[in-house]
Structures are given as structure tokens and as C-alpha cells.
């Protein structure tokens, strides 16, 4: 469930982890349909009125530090923007330090109120026998899926873990760039709101079952496909994911829809970084194609353009 989970959980996840994204490797590909987008994390964005482009970038929010690196050609991108956007603003530490309260459920909900005894019993034992930096007394009022982003990025195979925004925010700021957010923290915590409890605690228990039983690659499966850069793969593992094909008009669709709403006005105003999970950028109802629809010119962007473009 780490690959459905917004960047609100796996920020404070990282935090807790002491770390969170990643940064892509060179990868090739083709376009083989309208819909099959070719393999690239980064796409230049012009035309429609565009006086300069701007550019879509896809990260993923947890990888092992190794490969939190920023290629040529994204530098060029950070470089080139008078503003970079995340889906949140990572930038406001008063907003994001004060989101702790969104993670816990509503109305003093514990976990003990979602399960059977006999479940809850096999969640204790978990925890009991897997020690995190989270006290089980703390973790049974968060919201279960928050839990579950922690057991899942916790699997990562490797000790040290950094993150794609965090790396793409210091090169920003060297520069003083303003940083913002398409989304409040607010926002996002009220998305999983919507998903009833009882459903996150149910998955949360079904990930704690598949620990050890071989079933439970998923995270060094997506984490694979992000570094082949294949956004398209990407979308489909996301949209295929059992916990999430019921949640993803809610959890993808609807959010995709509002972005490719308001960034037409956010590049018209100054050429812009945006910077978005990835599994947001594929698919028919993607980011890419939605801003194509919108009449823009969206292209992979795999080499640094020529000097003449470096002119803000």
C-alpha cells in the first residue's frame, strides 16, 4: 500500500525513517499508443500561450539515499524555473509539522474498534516482535494506512533512505526559489477520511499477513519500474493494486483532474518545476495527457537542451 499512499504519510514516514524519495536513472523507450506514454520522469512543458516552458517531474516518494541524485537534465529544469510546486508545500515547516494532528483518526478511533480481538491480537504480536520508533500505544490512533506506509517503506533493502522532494528543494533554495504546493495538508489528510477506517485497518492486517510468506514485493517492484523510468507501468501498478482500485477516482483521478486545472495558470505566471508522484503523470486520465487535451505540448525531456535556453 507505500505506492497509494499520499505525500502527507510519507513525510512524516521518511521523518521517522530518517528519509523519504528518489532520483531517477537513464532509461529508454518508445511510444507504442496514444496511451502509452514514453519512458521518461521528466517532460518539458509549452506551447498554449507558454512564453517560456515549464516542466513535470515524477518522483517517488521513498528510495534507498543511492539514488537520490539529480540528473543533468533535471538541474537544468530547477535551474530554468522561477517556482518549483510540490503536491504539498514541504518548504512551510509550520504547516507540515502541525499536520501530526491529521494523521491520527477522528472521534478517539483506535484500532482495537476496527478488528476482531483475535486480529488485533495478530497486530500486537507484529509490533511486538518488529520494534519501530513509534511506541504500539501511538500507532493503534493513527490513521491504519499511515501504519501500513511505515511497514512498507521499512522493507526498503538498504539503511539509508533520502528523498526526491527534499533533494530537489535544497537545489532550489540555493537559488532562493519560492516553493509552494497544488495541495494543502488539510487536503490531503481529508482524502483519507473518506476511506472508512475499518477498510484501512483491514489492509493494514492483510499486509502484516503476507510479511515473510513471499507475497510482499510489492515495494521493490514499483521501486524497479521508477528507476526504468516507465510511467506508464507505473500508473497501471498503482491502479492494479488491490487496496486501491476502488479509492482511485479519489486517490488519482479526481486530484490528477485538479492539477492539470490549476497549472496552466501557475506556468503562465512564471516558468515552473511541478513535481508529483509519478504514478500521477501516465495512464489516460494522467497528468500528461490531461495537459495535452488542455492543448500544451508535453515532451520527454532526456537531454539538456541547448545553452540558448538557459536564459531566463
Known amino acids: 500500500m507505500k505506492n497509494t499512499s499520499l505525500l502527507l504519510l510519507t513525510f512524516f514516514a521518511g521523518l521517522l525513517l530518517n528519509g523519504q524519495g528518489a532520483a531517477p536513472k537513464k532509461s529508454g523507450g518508445k511510444t507504442a499508443s496514444k496511451n502509452l506514454l514514453e519512458n ?180 521493490s517492484k514499483i521501486a524497479e519500474v521508477y528507476r526504468a523510468q516507465d510511467i506508464t507501468k507505473m500508473q497501471e501498478l498503482t491502479a492494479d493494486e488491490e487496496g486501491m482500485r476502488e479509492f482511485l477516482d479519489l486517490l488519482l483521478y479526481r486530484r490528477n483532474a485538479n492539477w492539470a486545472e490549476k497549472m496552466p495558470a501557475i506556468m503562465r505566471d512564471a516558468p515552473s518545476l511541478i513535481a508529483v508522484g509519478a504514478g500521477h503523470l501516465g495512464g489516460e486520465k494522467g497528468v500528461i495527457l490531461l495537459l495535452r487535451k488542455a492543448g500544451f505540448i508535453v515532451r520527454p525531456m532526456k537531454h539538456i537542451p541547448g545553452p540558448e535556453m538557459l536564459t531566463n
Open 40 to 219: 521518461s520522469l521528466l517532460w518539458e512543458i509549452s506551447g498554449n500561450h507558454l512564453s517560456k516552458p515549464s516542466y513535470l517531474f515524477g518522483t517517488m516518494h521513498l528510495l534507498c539515499a543511492e539514488d537520490a541524485q539529480l540528473s543533468d537534465s533535471l538541474r537544468f529544469a530547477i535551474d530554468a524555473a522561477k517556482q518549483v510546486y510540490f503536491e504539498i508545500d514541504l518548504d512551510n515547516m509550520m504547516e507540515t509539522l502541525g499536520a501530526m494532528r491529521y494523521l491520527y483518526m477522528n472521534n478517539d478511533t483506535r484500532l482495537s474498534d476496527l478488528l476482531t480481538a483475535e486480529e488485533y491480537q495478530r497486530v500486537k504480536d507484529y509490533f511486538r516482535k518488529n520494534k519501530t520508533m513509534l511506541p504500539f500505544s501511538m500507532m493503534e490512533k493513527l490513521k491504519p494506512y499511515f501504519v501500513t506506509s511505515l511497514i512498507e517503506e521499512s522493507k526498503f533493502p538498504c539503511s539509508s533512505k533520502d528523498g526526491m522532494e527534499q533533494v530537489i528543494m535544497k537545489e532550489a533554495k540555493k537559488d532562493k526559489k519560492p516553493i509552494y504546493g497544488l495541495e494543502t495538508v488539510q487536503f490531503q489528510a481529508s482524502v483519507f477520511d473518506s476511506i472508512p477506517y475499518q477498510r484501512q485497518a483491514k489492509e493494514l492486517l492483510k499486509m502484516i499477513d503476507s510479511t515473510g510468506t513471499g507475497t510482499d514485493s510489492s515495494t
